[in-house]
């Protein structure tokens, strides 16, 4: 069983950054294609974005964004710390939300939103607000 762990959120100004963090404890994620999504009060969860499996782990790498969030947010993977990180730049209040990820044996991210994800973390709170 995949546990993952998301880590990073807290308070922040519109404008400010913020990085979460996606582990697996004991496991690589090498081999999965990870989606983080975000779910604020009163609002259905959404997808954020989209890292698929690395060249080396049968996939492309490849990334995908929803839109309102292209151009500020990043996904990328440190395989030697066994991470997957969601830079968060020029944030807005509007991107308050729990934070969750999510991880699929997808190796590419087509459709990403839509698929049965394996495995899910607890999710991680950010705030944006002055």
């Known amino acids: 069983q995949v546990q993952l762990v998301e880590s990073g959120g807290g308070l922040v100004q519109p404008g400010g950054s913020l990085r979460l963090s996606c582990a697996a404890a004991?496991?690589?994620?090498?081999?999965?294609?990870i989606g983080w999504f975000r779910q604020a009060p009163g609002k259905e969860r959404e997808g954020v974005s989209c890292?698929?499996?690395?060249?080396?782990?049968?996939?492309?790498?490849?990334?995908d964004y929803r839109e309102s969030v292209k151009g500020r947010f990043t996904i990328s993977r440190d395989a030697a710390k066994k991470l997957v990180y969601l830079q968060m730049d020029n944030l807005r209040p509007e991107d308050t939300a729990v934070y969750f990820c999510?991880?699929?044996?997808?190796?590419?991210?087509?459709?990403?939103?839509?698929?049965?994800?394996?495995?899910w973390g607890q999710g991680t709170q950010v705030n944006v607000s002055s």
């Open positions: 999510a991880a699929d044996t997808h190796r590419y991210c087509q459709d990403w939103e839509k698929w049965y994800y394996d495995y």
């Open positions: 004991g496991y690589s994620l090498d081999f999965y294609s």
């Open positions: 890292i698929a499996v690395s060249a080396g782990g049968g996939g492309d790498g490849g990334t």
